[in-house]
């Protein structure tokens, strides 16, 4: 990288370090620059870029007269993918608000993933004769859990949206309903599901020699979302472990969005190992995993579906 330093600035700083060292005191290496962080640029969605993200988001949860402001996708028996756009109709959106999760479930406070603050603060109701008379419902309602993650800044930075749409839920103590409904066209992703999808989440914001084990896609200058399969080879993959969103950064403890976003990848590294973390400043993508299965981990840890603050952690120097 090129010095931004220009004139008689670095010959003065030369200076001032000959003049500390001489007076006993070490000089200290220069700081990295503290702006914008390094490394590759996102660009926004164009609309082309909308229709066909969203044409792999087709499928109808709901029920009844009920027409949702975001699109949805089954990724399994009992979990969807949604995208919220600026506008609910692709053909006139402009930007991606949100990425998020909804996952099947009653609307009782026992039954609430992660309890009242753990990332799903809306319980919308199976069937309703419209969207508005969706939200929440008497207790033991069937229907969906939704997990919102800002993509963008409008009224907030990305990040989990802890505060969209909240609906507190009832306790329902000894009496609450299995969940054994059928979600209308739930299934999981086949091969050619995935296959599908891979085209659409083919960003390489990583440089040197790393090849990360999740597909990326940028939607905005600043921000990428991605989704992680349970093999990083197409051919191979057979569901949908997480989807989440990776920010431009530096690696800073001042400087890390949220505890939601427990890993730093640096930008630029040889090889993917090598891009954990790193000196402080360095340049690279905070990122945030939201789980959309149940599974184990190969360390051993028991995921479920909402945020993972655990993976792969990387605690951050302060700068």
């Known amino acids: 990288m090129r010095s931004i330093l220009r004139g008689p600035v670095p010959a003065l700083l030369a200076a ?10 070490a000089a200290r290496p220069a700081a990295a ?15 082309d870029d ?14 009844g007269g009920q027409h949702a402001p975001r699109l949805y996708r089954w990724v399994n028996d009992r979990v969807l993918m949604f995208l ?3 506008n609910p109709d692709p053909a006139k959106a402009t930007a991606l608000r949100y990425v998020g999760v909804a996952v099947k479930g009653v609307f009782c406070a026992e039954a609430q993933p992660g309890g009242p603050n753990g ?9 309703a004769p419209d969207y508005a008379h969706g939200h929440g419902g008497p207790p033991g309602t069937p229907g969906y859990w939704l997990s919102w993650v800002a993509v963008d800044t409008f009224t907030l930075k990305p990040g989990v949206d802890y505060q969209e749409a909240p609906t507190p839920a009832p306790t329902c103590g000894a009496n609450v309903p299995k969940v054994d409904f059928a979600g209308p066209g739930a299934k ?10 891979w085209p659409l989440f083919a960003d390489q914001p990583l440089t040197g020699g790393q090849h990360a084990p999740r597909q990326y ?15 990083p080879d197409a051919a191979k993959a057979t569901a949908l ?3 989440g969103i990776a920010v431009r950064g530096r690696f800073c403890k001042s400087k890390q969005p949220t505890p939601d976003f427990p890993h730093f990848h640096r930008t630029d590294a040889p090889d993917y190992a090598h891009g954990h973390g790193g000196p402080p400043d360095t340049a690279g993508y905070w990122l945030l995993w939201l789980a959309t299965d149940t599974f184990a981990t190969h360390d051993g840890r028991q995921v479920t579906p909402g945020v993972d603050r655990q993976l792969s952690p990387t605690p951050a120097p302060d700068c």
């Open 119 to 127: 990332g799903f603060p809306h319980f919308h109701r199976l069937d």
């Open 16 to 25: 001032v370090s000959l003049a500390l060292a001489a007076c006993g005191h």
């Open 33 to 47: 620059p503290t702006s914008a962080a390094a490394g590759p640029t996102g660009s926004p969605l164009s609309h």
């Open 50 to 63: 909308i229709v066909a993200l969203a044409a792999q988001f087709h499928d109808q949860p709901l029920t």
């Open 188 to 197: 999981a992703l086949t091969g050619g599901d995935i296959a599908a999808f």
């Open 241 to 243: 472990r997480y989807v």
């Open 217 to 231: 896609r940028w939607v905005n200058p600043n921000t990428l979302i991605f989704l992680q399969f349970d093999n």
């Open 84 to 86: 919220q756009f600026d």
